[in-house]
């Protein structure tokens, strides 16, 4: 049994990608048998401490959040590109409590544990699921485009326009400064995919930086994802009674939406295509004036939604950014779908060209079109990749992405780079790690 922490500046019931991520790992990891709590920004409504299932979450003020006119979203607190006085208090104290073997941060909330971090005797494991590393805005896109890399006018002018002349230049600044201190505290970095880890420097051409310890891990699906409710769902009336192609996702330009509305267009006798997502504030899309045959529908449950790829034709994924790791085409894949998907970003882990779909150049509609109409010409070929892609998925369900995180996790605490995954290795190691000493002095 090991004492995990996670550090993640939102947890549910503010939902996202990466506070799924975080609650979903969290509920494997204790129903494993470890010991897993979470330390989180506390939001109005929220209690300071309560269990969710098997996991321990503490929710803390940030000095922050005394400022609110510094966030846009009340809703959201954002945790700060540096250490937070009463973030760092409130960890320090949780620390003590909890007596951590590891702490696994998932975002900029690392900062505030940074100064803890020669004292904590824990390991230090991060997650990076965007660009946070490299790119105060966290998405690597520079006006429309994916962004080359940084450099200081152009990041200025693009983080002002992001965050405000006042805010910036100085989240600029300070994620700069404290990227240098990160890497010499973090004893793992855990990119989502090959290209997050390319992206924020920590891997060049695949491989780990030299010095850098790097391991990529992708985000993961449940296992039984593809286990498809037989009730249908009432929204999925809203489908065509035929074939359709089916996009998944939020309604912004990032996400490819406009080129593959334009790629629509060129198809001959194309099916219907069906866009399911949500508005986003970020480069949006006005849904409003696409085609007749270009059905969009809004905030769907994920039941529905799941019940939409088993009907669908095939899947498409065209985004234009670097997307780190998008579990929409692991999601289609686990439904026996073919998937196309641009050939950037954590796509390339996922997708594999020719055999369980196709990639092609982002933002190019005419590569995109003839790619789309392959599929739509030949059944054959997507009956053949939807098998493929199913048969791969396994490599991004729950119980094989939690495996590696539980051996990484092992691995630090033993101080064996190269341990075997066993468990019974991992538990007698943790066993007599300091910080189960303390707690069965304090329990005696």
Request: aromatic share 6%.
């Amino acid at each position: 049994m090991m004492r995990i922490l996670m550090l993640a500046q939102f947890y549910p019931p503010i939902f996202g990608g990466e506070e799924r991520h975080v609650k979903n790992l969290s509920a494997h990891l204790a129903a494993r048998g470890h010991a897993v709590s979470v330390a989180t920004i506390l939001h109005k409504g929220m209690q300071s401490f309560e269990m969710d299932g098997d996991v321990r979450v503490h929710r803390i003020r940030s000095t922050m959040q005394r400022a609110k006119f510094l966030f846009s979203e009340e809703v959201r607190f954002h945790a700060p590109s540096f250490p937070d006085p009463e973030l760092t208090s409130a960890l320090e104290d949780i620390i003590k409590q909890e007596q951590p073997d590891v702490i696994h941060a998932h975002n900029w909330l690392i900062y505030s544990f940074l100064p803890l971090k020669p004292h904590a005797n824990a390991k230090l494991v991060l997650t990076v699921h965007d660009h946070s590393l490299i790119c105060p805005k966290k998405k690597l896109i520079y006006g429309d485009a994916h962004c080359t890399g940084p450099g200081p006018i152009k990041c200025i002018g693009c983080a002002g326009e992001h965050y405000g002349l006042a805010k910036g230049a100085p989240v600029l600044l300070t994620n700069k400064v404290m990227q240098a201190w990160e890497r010499k505290s973090v004893d793992m970095f855990v990119p989502v995919s090959t290209a997050v880890g390319e992206d924020n420097r920590l891997m060049n051409a695949g491989l780990p930086v030299t010095g850098l310890p790097v391991r990529v891990i992708p985000n993961f699906v449940p296992d039984t994802v593809g286990q498809i409710k037989p009730e249908p769902h009432p929204k999925t009336a809203e489908l065509p009674q035929g074939d359709f192609i089916l996009f998944v996702g939020a309604f912004g330009r990032y996400k490819g939406v406009d080129v593959l509305v334009e790629a629509h267009k060129k198809l001959k006798n194309a099916p219907p295509l069906v866009i399911i997502g949500y508005k986003t504030q970020e480069y949006p899309v006005q849904t409003e004036n696409f085609p007749a045959n270009v059905i969009v529908l809004q905030d769907w449950p994920h039941d529905a939604v799941m019940q939409a790829w088993a009907r669908c034709q095939f899947g498409v994924v065209p985004s234009v950014w670097s997307d780190p790791c998008p579990t929409t085409a692991m999601e289609g894949m686990a439904c026996g779908k073919a998937i196309i998907a641009s050939r950037m970003g954590g796509l390339t882990d996922i997708v594999a060209h020719a055999d369980t779909g196709l990639l092609v150049p982002p933002s190019d509609a005419d590569a995109l079109a003839a790619a789309m109409q392959k599929l739509v010409d030949d059944p054959t070929l997507r009956t053949r990749m939807g098998a493929m892609g199913k048969r791969k998925v396994v490599e991004f369900q729950a119980s094989t992405v939690v495996s590696q995180i539980e051996a990484l996790y092992g691995e630090l605490v033993c101080g064996k780079s190269h341990m075997k995954s066993t468990m019974s290795h991992v538990v007698a190691c943790v066993a007599h790690s300091p910080s189960n000493e303390h707690a069965t002095q304090s329990s005696a």
